[in-house]
């Protein structure tokens, strides 16, 4: 009998450390894993952050340096605008842009010509389609109204925004 306790009582204690460290060595290791992926998650949102500031700081810069002769939407193009990675990044530097004192990129052809959930595909549309020069003239105006035939948006009811920009493109 003191043989069997002898030999069992030190093989139960080495079993149960083995089920303690089996059961409780993941959560160290899934922290770890967690701590990694928060880093490498906080260090994605501070790039696209710095993206989305790079896009309005040079939107601004063209804007001011440029005045009345050029229209935020141009100046968007200008700064890249296609390069960002969503309609809510588009989103918020046509939102910088307008809070800082310019017209917004999109006014007269959102939400009617071009939806905002389509606002990067947009700017990629104008940035690289055939013929459309969307830095300057009135060829990103014309691109809206053949967006939304082609996708099968209705013609929206009131135009006025659609032909007030049309006449301050024309008269600049």
């Known amino acids: 009998m003191n043989a069997f306790i002898l030999v069992m009582v030190p093989l139960l ?8 460290r ?8 899934y922290m770890q894993i967690r701590r990694e992926l928060d880093t490498l998650t906080d260090a994605k949102q501070d790039e696209r952050a710095k993206a989305v ?7 601004a810069a063209v804007l001011k340096q440029h005045g009345s002769v050029l229209l935020p939407f141009h100046a968007l193009s200008r700064a890249e605008g296609h390069r960002l990675e969503s309609n809510e990044e588009v989103a918020e530097v046509c939102n910088l842009i307008h809070g800082a004192g310019y017209d917004h990129p999109f006014e007269g052809i959102s939400p009617g ?22 830095e300057q003239g009135r060829d ?7 967006w939304r035939q082609d996708h099968g948006y209705p013609l929206p009811p009131d135009d006025a925004g ?11």
């Open 13 to 20: 204690a080495g079993a149960g450390v083995f089920l303690v």
């Open 140 to 146: 990103y105006i014309d691109a809206a109204d053949r």
């Open 113 to 134: 010509y071009v939806p905002e959930k389509d606002w990067l595909s947009f700017l990629k549309y104008v940035k690289h389609g055939p013929n459309i020069d969307p």
């Open 22 to 29: 089996w059961f409780v060595s993941p959560y160290p290791i």
């Open 162 to 172: 659609y032909v007030s920009l049309v006449e301050r493109t024309l008269l600049r």
């Open 53 to 59: 500031e790079g896009c309005f700081e040079r939107s």
